[in-house]
């Protein structure tokens, strides 16, 4: 539901009631995963995807009768082999879906507009629901934010709540969504019942070092892939809103002492496409040390190897050199800026979500990976 946050926070500032359809698992190839969402509102009007396209009609009416009736539901979509016309997932997957009514008696509306507001500002927040459990715990939402801190119920005993908030809090610190079970009163003994957590936190970082033509491609290619986009140089004459419209930042600092002042984490991309020694060299000296999720560099083979050398004999250590994507990007036989952008985010993707990087066509690999140790940004637009 996360994933189309700002569309429903305008919604609900409306005042419209609408119905939203969230992905709660996922079974064999499935086109979406858990947390992506098909909302409807009172006119009929769809935003979202839950199957890319397999059963969204049934899904659209699924809604229209829970926005009819209050009622929250849950229903399984699966592959039909015996009639290939029968509503269901082409692919051979299995989704379950909760749909929930949002209207303005549902139990939840205070927790979900918490949340949508949160995560349409880009705040760090996690919603959790009922899936699997009473009826009547079904429909309330519980909103966590970081340290702990909750607002709403699940509308079973306070002690259920807290439970709940801790397990929220932990996907949220890591970044996740997914299911977590745990008692109906809060321990873990009592009865069982299943609790769907949607994580929103701020978009990761793609910080781009070097201003020039193929930059501007790659900031393009990064914000279509949902990250804040940083691009540093240290000559003002190049590192300008004019050549960089889209970027979120613009920076005139030599990269490496703008590394060294700014926020990273474990989801930052670092793209190194300055090819010049006195940048470089410090820079991927620190980049190297420092706990992001990628750091790769431009350059010929003749320029990677000479900048290796070189960052031993400032001390790289081997495993440190070893992070290190150069030249940077996949073999897609890529010339142009645009095209050298897309092989560098076809490398990005690969190392986030574990994938081999080959075609598709005659690999025995899965075309899914689950690489649930990655940590997400916000949901959807890194996934």
Known sequence: MLDIAEELNRWVEQGRDFAVATVVAVGGSAPRQPGAALAVDSEGTAIGSVSGGCVEGAVYELCVESLDNGETVVETFGYSDKDAFAVGLTCGGVIDILVTP???????????????????????AAVARVTDGPADLRGHALLVRPGGAYEGTLGGHPELDRTAADQARALLDAGRTGTVTIGEDGS???????????????APRM??????DFASALVRVGKFLGYHVTVCDARPVF??????????????????????????????????????????????????RLPVAYVGAMGSRRTHLDRNERLRGVGVTELELARLRSPIGLDLGALTPEETALSIAAEIVANRRGGSGVSLTGAHTPIHHDRSRAPAGRIGSVA
């Open 207 to 212: 910080i781009v070092f070097g201003a020039i």
């Open 239 to 288: 590192a300008t809103r004019v050549r960089f419209p889209e970027a979120d930042e613009i920076v005139v600092d030599w990269p490496h002492r703008y590394l060294e002042s700014t926020e990273t984490d474990g989801r930052t991309v670092l793209c190194v496409l300055t090819h010049d020694a006195k940048f470089d060299i410090p820079l991927l000296e620190l980049a190297l």
């Open 102 to 124: 949002v209207r303005a008696d549902s139990p939840g509306r205070e927790a979900f507009r918490a949340a949508l507001s949160a995560a349409a500002r880009g705040e760090a």
């Open 188 to 202: 873990r003994c009592g009865r069982p019942l299943t609790l769907l957590v949607e994580s929103s936190v701020p």
